[in-house]
């Protein structure tokens, strides 16, 4: 016969703690990715404001299109 400590946290003790784990993992990942697409859009438009400079704000887009 199994202790009922041991039967409660079977039951609910481990899914409660195994959520817990998962949230927490789930959150940190997410807030990495949030950051790391954050760091591309600024380096996009960091990367469009140098062709800006570069070629003209008025650049003809049709002549380059092949």
Known sequence: MEDPVTQWFSNLGFPIAAYLLMYRLVTTTLDRHTQAI?????????????????YGEHRDHDSHAR
């Open 38 to 54: 954050t760091e591309v859009v600024v380096a996009m438009k960091d990367l469009r404001e140098t062709v800006r400079h570069r």
